[in-house]
Nanobody, 117 residues
Framework: QVQAVESGGGLVQAGGSLRLSCAAS????????MGWYRQAPGKQRELVAT???????DYGESVKGRFTISRGNAKNTVYLQMNSLKPEDTAVYYC???????????WGQGTQVTVSS
């Protein structure tokens, strides 16, 4: 069974850092693109960052220069290093990928990130 398993959220003060992890369990083909999205209360889900298996990245405008997405050494894992966190980064963060490449999209259960001012 394919699943996106996330970890690493929590509560941090403004200016602090957190690292999120996501592992795509139940997969054996390399996932092309893995990404992170977030949804704050009352807002639409938005792109945070994506990364391809060739390490090409894309970032949402509000996180550029502060967040870094990377692929792990273990197959089909992805990390999100979040630095200089702001209260407006408070949201539930979701891992996403499509598997197999031509197949359905999978979302993690979400991990809460709360940044206090």
């Amino acid at each position: 069974q394919v699943q996106a398993v996330e970890s690493g959220g929590g509560l941090v003060q403004a200016g602090g850092s957190l690292r999120l992890s996501c592992a795509a369990s139940g997969t054996f083909l390399t996932i092309n693109t893995m990404g992170w999205y977030r949804q704050a209360p009352g807002k639409q889900r938005e792109l945070v960052a994506t990364i391809t298996d060739g390490a090409s990245t894309d970032y949402g405008e509000s996180v550029k220069g502060r967040f870094t997405i990377s692929r792990g050494n273990a197959k089909n894992t992805v990390y999100l290093q979040m630095n200089s966190l702001k209260p407006e980064d408070t949201a539930v963060y979701y891992c996403n990928f499509r598997y197999p490449p031509w197949g359905p999209s999978y979302w993690g259960q979400g991990t809460q990130v709360t940044v206090s001012s």
